[in-house]
């Protein structure tokens, strides 16, 4: 799909994020999430650059664009703990908690 000159992003066809096999489609969750956070590092870097070369009309339209980077790694920390949710259920917890052996001979001293 394409928004005024823009293609709207769409997620793959071939990440599943119901699928459980695939973890949730984890690993497409991480590769886009520490590429996000890679690229603020890039524009983090090119700041001042940017800054120098942009046409001043556009100064306070780059401003927000940075202003929207400070963001990400809050975004980040709540995209962990929702993939984390998913992977750490309280049901799961227990039935590990049920399924361990408690007998103190089998602790190692």
């Given at each position: 799909?394409?928004?005024?000159?823009?293609?709207?992003?769409?997620?793959?066809?071939?990440?599943?994020?119901?699928?459980?096999?695939?973890?949730?489609?984890?690993?497409?969750?991480?590769?886009?999430?520490e590429s996000l956070r890679?690229?603020?590092?890039?524009?983090?870097?090119?700041?001042?650059?940017?800054?120098?070369?942009?046409?001043?009309?556009?100064?306070?339209?780059?401003?927000e664009f940075f202003a929207?980077?400070?963001?990400?790694?809050?975004?980040?920390?709540?995209?962990?703990?929702?993939?984390?949710?998913?992977?750490?259920?309280?049901?799961?917890?227990?039935?590990?908690?049920?399924?361990?052996?408690?007998?103190?001979?089998?602790?190692?001293?």
């Open positions: 799909r394409v928004h005024g000159r823009a293609q709207v992003a769409a997620l793959s066809s071939m990440i599943d994020l119901a699928n459980a096999g695939s973890l949730y489609g984890l690993e497409a969750r991480v590769v886009g999430i890679f690229m603020v590092r890039v524009f983090d870097q090119l700041h001042t650059w940017l800054s120098s070369v942009v046409d001043k009309s556009c100064i306070s339209l780059l401003r929207t980077l400070d963001a990400v790694e809050e975004l980040c920390v709540g995209m962990y703990r929702t993939i984390g949710s998913h992977l750490f259920t309280a049901d799961a917890a227990v039935a590990a908690a049920e399924r361990a052996r408690w007998d103190l001979k089998d602790v190692p001293s």
